[in-house]
């Protein structure tokens, strides 16, 4: 059992900074897909940005690459440094985990879930 609990939303005006965090516990280091999602308000949970099972990172859409940056510490939890933010990154932020090792890109193949963090970026 893999156990994840999100921090760092909150609110910021468009063009500003937030950075999230995602701490990891339990069975951790059979994760070997650690990514993070989003979900807006009336839309469905997608894809942000993830580390595969061969340690390298996809970034899920064009619209935020070059914006956001996943990383990661020795313990397995992940931040995604969010830069520039824009009025349709507001959602809640959610971090996942899965065995792997084919680290799929739709969210209904991840088993881990956190409970979600909300940003809200406004003018």
């Known amino acids: 059992q893999v156990h994840l609990v999100e921090s760092g939303g909150g609110s910021v005006q468009a063009g500003g900074s937030l950075k999230l965090s995602c701490r990891a516990s339990?069975?951790?280091?059979?994760?070997?897909?650690m990514g993070w999602f989003r979900q807006a308000p009336g839309k469905d949970r997608e894809g942000v940005a993830q580390?595969?099972?061969?340690?390298?990172?996809t970034y899920a859409d064009y619209s935020v690459k070059g914006r956001f940056t996943i990383t990661q510490d020795i313990y397995k939890n992940i931040y995604l440094q969010m830069n520039s933010l824009k009025l349709e990154d507001t959602a809640i932020y959610y971090c996942?985990?899965?065995?792997?090792?084919?680290?799929?890109?739709?969210?209904?193949?991840?088993?881990?879930w956190g409970q979600g963090t909300q940003v809200t970026v406004s003018s």
């Open positions: 996942a985990a899965d065995p792997g090792p084919n680290c799929l890109s739709g969210w209904n193949f991840w088993n881990y």
């Open positions: 339990g069975d951790i280091y059979s994760s070997r897909c």
């Open positions: 580390f595969n099972s061969d340690g390298s990172t």
